[in-house]
Nanobody, 129 residues
Framework: QVQLVESGGGSVQAGESLRLSCAAS???????MGWFRQAPGKEREGVAA????????YYADSVKGRFTISQDNYKNTLYLEMNSLKPEETAMYYC???????????????????????WGQGNQVTGSS
């Protein structure tokens, strides 16, 4: 079992930046971890994902070049740096994780919510124009 706690959400003006953090209760070099967001009335969508053991990162087309996923394995913390935020990106942002014995597992559908077993409580991000 892994508990995930997000922090760093808030309200920003369009074009500004924000960094989300996700602290995991267990250390691990064998997790797929990802960031998702869900706006009211919309489905949850994958934003970014990575494998804690190192390797590829994955991004939704809509955030490529603006968002960066990173991790600090010593702190058991996952980050999402969001630059040039848009008002339409207002949503609840969730951190997610799933254990895997190999990074190849993360490649199957890294931005699909069904891949993940553990979820954080969510953190609101609001972008205003």
């Amino acid at each position: 079992q892994v508990q995930l706690v997000e922090s760093g959400g808030g309200s920003v003006q369009a074009g500004e930046s924000l960094r989300l953090s996700c602290a995991a209760s267990r250390s691990g070099y064998n997790y797929c971890m990802g960031w998702f967001r869900q706006a009211p009335g919309k489905e949850r969508e994958g934003v970014a994902a990575s494998y804690t053991g190192g390797g590829s990162t994955y991004y939704a087309d809509s955030v490529k070049g603006r968002f960066t996923i990173s991790q600090d394995n010593y702190k058991n913390t996952l980050y999402l740096e969001m630059n040039s935020l848009k008002p339409e990106e207002t949503a609840m942002y969730y951190c997610a994780a799933t254990w895997t014995s190999t990074g190849a597992y993360c490649q199957q559908n890294p931005l699909g919510p069904d891949l993940y077993s553990y979820w954080g409580q969510g953190n609101q991000v609001t972008g205003s124009s």
